[in-house]
């Protein structure tokens, strides 16, 4: 695992927590509530990756397919510049993709391969969220099959790519307050539960107090358990 690269998430306790940051080779699972700050941490990291080396970044580029209309320039340019980064040239460096549904998101993440075996400068790619239109399109238990067939298909493209190009991929799942409204449907199951059949890391964000929030550490293969506190500030994740 000693080729194994990190992204700093802003946050020295949520590095801490992912052994460092967020891996190259992996794909890290953040699920949660809405408004947990899955998507923040996704912009953060955008930014971060960034960075340096010495910043705890890869100098490279990120790929951000939107699936929920999420993603915000305006908030991508804060974090840059309250890191001293040019907003402007933080932005271009984020490929941002708007993904309006399952053959779509799919379709975007088959060409990626074309793309990043181009651009050895991307370092990150981003799905958020990797489970919204599927639960859309295949609601329903009689379609539960299927779905899963078909996002353990998209999974397991995600994580070749990570594999092979030595990149960071981070997905995000919502997660309901009360998974056991949603009883059948494996991507719901919060907890110890295994989500996919896709190696990865998987991340709990949940809320706490005013700006803070906790995340914590899921059947890591080789990270402990664990969890650490964080905050969404203005400009961004920290401590
Ligand atoms: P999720 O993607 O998990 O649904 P988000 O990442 O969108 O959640 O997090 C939303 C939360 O992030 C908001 O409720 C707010 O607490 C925080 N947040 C978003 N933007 C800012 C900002 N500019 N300054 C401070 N906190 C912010
Ligand atoms: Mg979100």
Request: net charge positive; aromatic share 4%.
């Amino acid at each position: 695992r000693a080729s194994v690269k990190k992204i700093t998430t802003g946050s020295q306790a949520l590095d801490g927590l992912l052994g460092g940051g967020i891996e190259t080779r992996t794909m890290t699972e953040l699920f949660g509530e809405f408004g947990s700050g899955k998507t923040q941490i996704c912009h953060q990291v955008s930014v971060n990756v960034q960075l340096p080396s010495e910043k705890g970044g890869l100098s490279g580029k990120a790929l951000y397919i939107d699936t929920e209309g999420t993603f915000r320039t305006e908030r991508i340019k804060a974090m840059a510049s309250a890191l001293g980064l040019d907003p402007k040239e933080v932005l271009q460096n984020i490929m941002s993709i708007r993904a309006i549904n399952t053959d779509h998101q799919i379709a975007i993440v088959e060409e990626l391969q074309d793309i990043i075996s181009k651009d050895n400068t991307i370092k990150l790619v981003v799905v958020d969220s990797i489970t919204s239109h599927f639960r859309a399109e295949y609601s329903g238990r009689e379609n539960l099959a299927v779905r899963q067939q078909k996002l353990n298909r998209h999974l397991h493209q995600l994580v070749r790519l990570a594999e092979i190009y030595d990149l960071a991929v981070i997905v995000t799942n919502q997660v309901m307050a009360r998974p056991d409204m949603f009883y059948g449907d494996p991507t719901v199951a919060v907890g110890g539960h295994t989500l996919y059949h896709v190696p990865g890391i998987r991340v709990q964000i949940k809320k706490s107090r005013g700006n803070r929030r906790i995340a914590r550490m899921v059947d890591a293969p080789h990270l402990p358990e664990g969890e650490v506190v964080f905050s969404i500030t203005n400009t961004g994740i920290r401590d």
